[in-house]
T-cell receptor, first 115, second 111 residues
């Protein structure tokens, strides 16, 4: 089975802290994504990467950065956490080819609370 | 205007009922369409793709109307286990599987 693993499921951080969210996939997928999900807003794309060391801004990149040094790992970084970044963060991966939803896989999510 | 709009619900229905969810999308360049299911505090999982001719998977039927930019999901003979949030998702042309998610419609099936 495809596995997308988010190492931290629940985190509580203080305002101003630097936060790292790690994601690893085991299917050799080219594409990886970071979304956040908030009530009433759905999933919003923060950043995505289509290759090692490549990254593209999504719809809401402000306050975030990413790192993809290895194909299987995609990290989301909050340089200085703020309370409006309290959310559930979802990592996903997919193969290239037909832009089909049947090839995108999500991790279980990371619940971040910034106090 | 949101790119993908759904009625947030909740839809509260008894077991055995038929329930329909609707979704509209704003970008006419949208290429692919899906319904995802998300259980409480879990990740979204693909329920079914939506094809222009309409498609069925057991108790679930999906329809697409490109002219009206409208997608629907029909669930027949609802089960308690169908209780979840249903996300309408569209994929824009341009690759990289960029998916645009609706905020979801919550379904609660009661005995």
């Amino acid at each position: 089975d495809v596995k997308v693993t988010q190492s931290s499921r629940y985190l509580v951080k203080r305002t101003g802290e630097k936060v790292f969210l790690e994601c690893v996939q085991d299917m050799d997928h080219e594409n990886m994504f970071w979304y956040r999900q908030d009530p009433g807003l759905g999933l919003r794309l923060i950043y995505f990467s289509y290759d090692v060391k490549m990254k593209e801004k999504g719809d809401i990149p402000e306050g975030y950065s990413v790192s993809r040094e290895k194909k299987e790992r995609f990290s989301l970084i909050l340089e200085s956490a703020s309370t409006n970044q309290t959310s559930m963060y979802l990592c996903a991966s997919s193969t290239n080819g037909w832009a089909g939803g049947n090839t995108i896989y999500f991790g279980e999510g990371s619940w971040l609370t910034v106090v | 205007r949101k790119e993908v709009e759904q009625d947030p619900g909740p839809f509260n229905v008894p077991e055995g009922a038929t329930v329909a969810f609707n979704c509209t999308y704003s970008n006419s360049a949208s290429q692919s369409f899906f319904w995802y299911r998300q259980d409480c505090r879990k990740e979204p999982k693909l329920l079914m793709s939506v094809y222009s001719s309409g498609n069925e998977d057991g108790r679930f039927t999906a329809q697409l109307n490109r002219a009206s930019q409208y997608i629907s999901l029909l669930i027949r003979d609802s089960k308690l286990s169908d209780s979840a949030t249903y996300l309408c998702v569209v994929s824009l042309s341009g690759g990289y599987n960029k998916l645009i998610f609706g905020a979801g419609t919550r379904l609660a099936v009661h005995p």
